[in-house]
């Protein structure tokens, strides 16, 4: 690759250099939904995320393959080992079929997903769909000697597997503190330690999801899925896996465990993790009563929103952290950024029309080129990425006063930094265009902001009024400036 | 239910009153495609057809179950038990991992039955994702004799099966039909009989998509995952089974024959088949230079076409024939189809503002809801249903001019017609609106057209003949009426 890429690997607790197994290739598993409920702001998160990663690994040249899994089976509830799956308990209070759950909630899942303008993942396993790929590496794991089986159900034995591969290396736990903050065994668990986890369990009469096994008709386990699906549509080493940080304890602890107990190493060269999204300062939470779901933040319909913010608002919101650092939500912070996405989509619009002279790259324009991409490959830094493009935005209304020149190579790179990078890399898009409608929608108001401009000319300021006022009424907004009309919706 | 609906069943060859086996719930297996190229107007015909027969029971009062899967792998070319499998041959020509070109023709899929208005199905099982199931079935299959394992495949037995019962059945096929039109065995060929079908394949060393079995590491055969999968979301009994009719065999038939093996019986109450489309008469294939993908047709990219044809008039055109005819595709039957779909929308947006006087309901609004009702539950007529709903057209039309005379009831009734019965049952759309750009839209162009019309009252000719003028360079189209301007896109 041209240039190099530096990322933070929570294995080793260091920015480090990114390099791939096969040279030119990228091989990334994200950890995707348990598809029983809506798409919530905890899920915006990780998604754009490693979307951003993605199109800017692809931008810098690698072929990438990326892989993000549906969960349709084996999510207990509170991710424990015990209680009803999550997505059959949904089922039955609904009364549907489990994969009725399943897929109800996927295509809403996708819809937010394409709202929030993530491209899909090149692959799109499911848990259910991959059954006997689970079996076979709980065999592995078993014939490792690093599980039992008990009662029909297998586990991991996390004591004999930590006398030979640190247990916690991940998420930085020793096997004490884990034992300190592991709940007491109740009589009735098949489990030798609580810490121990479940791989494959035996299913209790009442339960719908089930297949057969050497052990048992059961279930696999919640972590197990995550270990046979990256193996299989990625190869059992590969470059990167991300997820959200709550998911890295117990979850991708449980993953590196499995996969080291089965093939002799963790298999994945970095991993990566986004952090939480927290709510006016408290964490985001059912019985808190300030979980929003994405739709509610598209129309606005939760209590604590002060109006609907559009998906790209969201999007941009999420960009202006870092994906390592906390983010607050407010209504403050939503506006705040919603304000600056159109005023960068604004001066991409902009850039075209501007007046350019014959000459080469101005210093400031390469510094800003060089910022934006400083930011992104220093562990995908979009907040200071973002930082730099609003320079772009500085210089490109400077330049609409005429208060700056620019060069027709000054010009260029404006335009590819607002396509290649803005757009491109952080999928940022004017949601006011794109649609066929909307383009006509464009020119139909242009036609009418023409006569406007006409009526004002024969100096008829009673049509020119009316005009503007009726197009209030319909939710165009108009501004007149030295350079022309602008409107918005 | 209120109404009684009759099939078609081609099990019977009888048009059969409908009844289900659980009163009030209907389970409905559809074959789905094989995601391997993209959806062509092949693939609307099936889709829109289960579409209105699901909406159709949903509105009758039926709580419906629709189920379609997707194939993705065991689908061999030339639909035989021998050569690449389709998915797999194009994500060797593509250097991509099969799961990746699935998941790339899925999305497609999904987003063009999208365009035509296409419910999505409640369950969307994949073939890959049922391989526990799918060897489970062959296992019983061997285990009631009528299967024979060779070399590691495992094939069905016709003539033993036919021993016990017909194999033929569906297509109206007898042994020595089927026998007379199969090829000679070559000497590499495992079967016992030519007309012998794969439950499973050992796989060849090349070949990529591959589980474990007891017979060997292989694949499942093309006809097995269809009764596998109904069986497990509808029940090993269900009420229909729908497909084109090029399915009808082998396809359909072996899964007959399968259920049969198995349970006893064939599991399915209604069969229910679609017939093809031509081409200007001439059947659609990609050697005949006429094979239109719904995106050449959406865009008009194809050589044969005069225009792009949107997706609301494909789906009219569809429903323009009874779903048991053959359908021939010419760019006039789309043109007419487009203006019967225009003529009707437009009615449809008239109804709101007729007039009507306080009165019940009149004798020909009555015969025509019963016309409507009487078509589609008469085997799906949608193409009398339509003929029925063109006379509502006719009768708001008529209203419109002052010709007639509505009562209340009348307008009611009008009204039902056209958002139950046409935009809910037959899922006719105006593609015009929806979206909130294009309400904007609207009354923007309402806007001009006052203007329009302001210039004309003030005889400012020129100026009414610059802004249609503009309006068409836009692409927009006015038509003055004794009503006022309509516009269109």
Redesign the interface.
């Known amino acids: 690759m041209e240039r190099d890429f530096f990322l933070y690997n929570t294995l080793s607790r260091k920015r480090e250099k990114f390099e791939t197994i096969t040279p030119g290739m990228a091989g990334i598993y994200v950890c995707g939904p348990t598809v029983y409920g809506d798409a919530h702001l905890g899920h915006a998160r990780p998604a754009i995320t490693y979307d951003i990663l993605v199109r800017l690994l692809r931008h810098l040249g690698y072929k990438v393959?990326y892989v993000r899994n549906i969960t349709d089976v084996g999510h207990l509830e509170n991710d424990a080992d015990e209680g009803e799956d999550k997505i059959a308990k949904k089922a039955r209070l609904e009364q549907l079929?489990p994969?009725?759950i399943?897929?109800?909630y996927t295509?809403r899942y996708h819809e937010a997903m394409k709202l929030l303008n993530t491209l899909?993942?090149?692959?799109?396993?499911?848990a259910?769909?991959?059954?006997?790929e689970q079996i076979?590496l709980v065999s592995k794991i078993l014939e490792s000697g690093f599980a039992y089986i008990s009662n029909g159900s297998v586990y991991f034995d996390v004591e004999t597997y930590n006398k030979k591969h640190p247990y916690g290396i991940l998420s930085g736990r020793t096997l004490e503190n884990v034992i300190s903050n592991s709940r007491e065994l109740d009589g009735s668990d098949d489990k030798k330690s609580p810490f121990d986890f479940a791989l494959w369990k035996k299913a209790t009469p009442e339960h719908i999801m089930r297949?057969?096994s050497p052990w048992s008709n059961g279930f696999p386990g919640w972590h197990l899925e995550c270990s046979a699906m990256s193996a299989k549509?990625l190869g059992e080493s590969f470059d990167i896996h991300g997820g959200g940080m709550d998911l890295l304890f117990p979850h991708h602890e449980c993953e590196l465990a499995q996969n080291t107990a089965a093939r002799g190493d963790g298999g994945v060269r970095y991993w990566m993790h986004n952090n939480m999204i927290t709510i006016n300062g408290q964490k985001m939470g059912k019985s808190l009563g300030n979980f929003i779901t994405l739709e509610e933040l598209f129309t606005g319909s939760h209590q604590i929103l002060e109006k609907a913010y559009s998906p790209m608002a969201i999007r941009f919101f999420i960009m202006q952290a870092h994906y390592r650092s906390t983010l607050d939500f407010s209504n403050e912070a939503l506006t705040a950024a919603e304000k600056g996405y159109k005023k960068m989509v604004q001066a991409a619009k902009d850039v075209a029309s501007l007046n350019a002279s014959q000459g080469a790259l101005s210093a400031e324009i390469a510094d800003i080129k060089r910022g934006v991409y400083d930011a992104l490959c220093d562990d995908l830094n979009t907040s200071v990425a973002l930082a730099h493009l609003f320079e772009a935005v500085r210089v490109v209304n400077l330049a609409k006063d005429n208060q700056l020149k620019l060069t027709t190579e000054d010009k260029e790179t404006l335009q590819f930094l607002f396509s290649e990078i803005m757009e491109g890399v952080l999928g940022i898009v004017d949601e006011?265009s794109g649609?066929g409608?909307?383009v006509?929608?464009n020119?139909?108001?242009g036609?009418?902001l023409e006569?406007r401009k006409e009526a004002k000319a024969e100096k008829n300021f009673a049509k020119s009024d009316a005009?503007r006022q009726?197009?209030t009424e319909?939710?165009?907004t108009i501004k007149d400036t030295k350079e022309g009309t602008e409107w918005s919706?």
């Open positions: 393959r079929e994969m009725e399943v897929q109800h295509i899909p993942p090149n692959i799109e396993p499911r259910s769909g991959h059954i006997p076979s297949w057969d549509y006011q649609s409608s909307s006509i929608l020119e139909v108001v036609m009418i006569m005009i009726r197009l319909i939710g165009i919706l």
